[in-house]
């Protein structure tokens, strides 16, 4: 029996050496980040705020402990990290701040032990009965010998963060940790020499197999492996990019390593090689929509599609068209779909999603499209929606709205003139149908389009916001909702005439948003978002975790049957609950390979543009603009991310025209470009 835990609660469990996995239910929304047990039955796994979540059959089902004595550091249930048993009965769990709790009875409670540095303590690991070690930020290495009764601090040469260590006996063990640290101990930790890695990206988890073999894997796919007990390592073929964050052997051959986005990899013979178990895409997704309870299509980066027949159960990947991000898809009727993206991107099937015929608009030397949103209203009549960027000249740009309408299911499309004063320069992201005849556009700056003759004219509303706004959904003719930046919600009970904020609850921008009656919505968004609504807007339930991925659309076919997809290839099911999927591909997608920071698009341009970078390993971001004096003028970005593809939009009307430069740093990358705001 393997157990595997992580974000939003999630625990997978092996009853066949890794072979397969389910999902169990933990009772909680916490992100996990430990897990182990003390026989086949009894186990604790530990995660945020505090967690602590005990079974006692095997990690079938798992109880929540309360009235652990946090009294010594002030009743802060900091995030708990690391959790290792030296018996049955013993057993030890570290966290942040310092913090270390200890049981004597098979976790059923657990006591504060004093002693540790107050920074954050990654993980534990025992060697033996009497041996153990823990370590954590600033090159923390504490060592007990009495069975984690007592711990002492132990000099480890560095301060760069250490996540994980291992010993295959009592003299010999092997820690890692940032930067591509890797130490070695030959005397039982009491000192510590440092070897060379060969890369400076985060090494996560460190073990061994038996008392030569041994295997660390750590952010970029990286997989290093040793048989001469830590002397030495070599680097393995991982075939992933991702993220790998934890390694654990059931015997000298079996093992299991887990990552970001539910990778899990196995080997039978000791960790020579490793079989990806969750196979699928791990890139963003943006679009999706069922047409019935079984059939559903999900799109995405670079132009992946995936098809599911089984409500959701499985996704089998198509073939596309060009290799541009698809950002929306809607079914026309049970055989033909269209689904629309960056660079002009219209794709049409007619045979319910199997094949795509391309569409595209295609870009001139002066004049690119970007289509954001595509709705149907009824078998024939369709619009899409996005912007245009026109060079007038060689040093000014001009974004215009877009509109294309079709009235033969998407066999063709015609660009609607919006016959407005002034003429929105504003990207339209999203669209929705309220009826027939009525729909309503949104995007940038809050800006709200509104058509009464299926999309033939268009008149701009009042919009109650200035925030970008990126999805809209009705639930009825006259009930709809829209969501955007800053965790903005508007909603409206006349058909889009009028819009007032909602209260969301939440500083996230929200990307997507889906009404399936009149009272019941979900939106979601950036760091795992999920809100729920069963009273028609007037209160929003947070149904999420923290997270660093974002969810960028929700999608529903009745009231019970719906679907959730966001960064990294998830995809969340819901019929009626939440729980995670599975992809099956037809052909390879990853996240990036390396760090890159691409030219800004356009460039000059007026007043807004677009950045995309790409960030081959979960990393904090920096993006942020400096004016010709070096002066910071606009933070774009400044938070942990995960791995991916990402593009952002910033406006710069608040600037003086100039030369700027923009900064992207994440780990050790930092790259500088150059822009020209022109007004």
């Not at 660390?216 to 830590?230: K, M, P």
């Not at 991702?242 to 990552?259: D, M, R």
């Not at 960790?271 to 995405?300: C, E, H, M, S």
């Not at 593009?647 to 923009?662: C, E, K, N, Q």
Request: hydrophobic share 35%; net charge neutral.
């Amino acid at each position: 029996m393997i157990v595997a835990v992580g974000e939003q609660g999630t625990v997978l469990r092996s009853s066949d050496g890794g072979s397969t996995w389910n999902v169990q239910s933990s009772g909680v929304s916490t992100n996990l980040t430990g897990v182990a047990f003390t026989d086949a039955y009894t186990g604790v796994a530990v995660g945020d705020t505090g967690t602590v979540l005990r079974t006692t059959d095997g990690g079938t089902t798992w109880s929540l402990l309360k009235g652990i004595d946090w009294s010594p550091i002030g009743g802060v249930k900091y995030p708990l990290y690391g959790v290792a048993f030296v018996s049955a009965s013993i057993g030890t769990i570290v966290g942040d701040g310092g913090t270390i709790l200890r049981t004597t009875d098979a976790g059923q409670n657990w006591t504060f032990q004093f002693g540790g540095p107050r920074s954050s303590l990654n993980s534990v690991s025992f060697t033996n009965a009497s041996n153990g070690t823990i370590v954590g930020s600033s090159g923390s290495i504490l060592r007990t010998t009495n069975g984690g009764a007592k711990w002492n601090k132990g000099t480890s040469g560095t301060t760069k963060a250490l996540y994980s260590s291992s010993f295959p006996d009592s003299l010999n063990g092997t820690v890692v940790g940032e930067l591509g640290t890797i130490l070695r101990t030959t005397d039982g930790g009491v000192t510590w020499a440092s070897q060379a890695s060969g890369t400076v990206n985060r090494l996560s988890a460190v073990s061994f197999s038996d008392a030569t073999t041994g295997t660390i894997v750590g952010e970029t796919g990286i997989v290093f492996r040793t048989t001469d007990g830590g002397a030495t390592w070599a680097s393995q073929s991982s075939g992933t990019s991702a993220w790998l964050i934890g390694i654990s052997f059931t015997n000298a051959t079996v093992g299991t390593i887990v990552g970001v986005y539910g990778v899990v990899y196995r080997t039978t013979d000791g960790g020579l090689t490793w079989t990806l178990q969750t196979p699928g895409p791990r890139v963003p997704l943006y679009g999706a929509r069922f047409k019935d309870a079984l059939n559903g299509i999900v799109v995405g980066y670079q132009g992946l599609i995936l098809k599911t027949t089984d409500g959701g159960s499985t996704w089998i990947q198509q073939s596309g068209g060009p290799a541009a991000d698809l950002q929306s898809i809607c079914y026309v009727d049970a055989n033909n779909a269209t689904s629309v993206g960056m660079a002009g991107s219209i794709l049409r099937s007619t045979n319910g999603g199997s094949t795509w015929i391309d569409q595209s608009i295609k870009p001139t030397e002066r004049s690119h499209w970007w289509f954001s949103g595509v709705t149907y209203s009824n078998p024939k009549t369709g619009l899409i929606v996005g912007k245009l960027d026109t060079m007038i000249t060689p040093i000014l740009l001009e974004t215009r709205s877009m509109v294309y309408r079709s009235t033969d299911g998407g066999a063709g499309w015609n660009r609607v003139p919006l016959q407005l004063d002034p003429w929105p320069h504003r990207w339209l992201q999203g669209v929705s149908f309220a009826d027939d005849l009525t729909a309503i556009a949104v995007g940038d700056t809050g800006t709200i389009l509104r058509t009464t003759n299926a999309g033939q004219t268009w008149n701009m509303q009042a919009s109650p916001t200035t925030a970008p706004l990126y999805g809209v959904s009705f639930g009825t003719s006259r009930i709809g909702a829209a969501v955007g930046g800053i965790g903005t919600i508007l909603w409206t009970a006349d058909s889009g005439v009028t819009w007032t904020k909602q209260l969301s609850g939440t500083m996230n921008t929200l990307r997507g948003v889906w009404l399936v009656d009149a009272n019941t919505g979900i939106a979601v968004g950036d760091s795992m978002t999920i809100l729920r609504t069963t009273d028609g807007g007037g209160t929003w339930i947070n149904q999420s975790s923290t997270s660093s991925g974002s969810l960028n659309v929700v999608s529903f076919v009745g009231s019970q049957r719906g679907v959730i997809a966001g960064e990294g290839g998830i995809i969340l099911s819901t019929s009626p609950g939440v729980s995670a999927v599975s992809v099956e591909p037809q052909r390879g997608f990853s996240v990036p390979r390396e760090f890159s920071l691409e030219q800004n698009y356009p460039n000059p341009f007026n007043p807004s543009t677009t950045i995309s970078y790409e960030l081959p390993a979960r990393s904090f971001v920096s993006l942020k603009v400096y004016d010709v004096l070096g002066r910071s003028v606009a933070t774009i970005a400044d938070e942990m991310q995960s791995a991916g593809r990402y593009t952002v939009r910033w406006d710069g009307s608040a600037l003086p025209s100039g030369v700027y430069y923009y900064r992207l740093t994440a780990g050790s990358f930092a790259l500088t470009r150059t822009m020209v705001l022109m007004k």
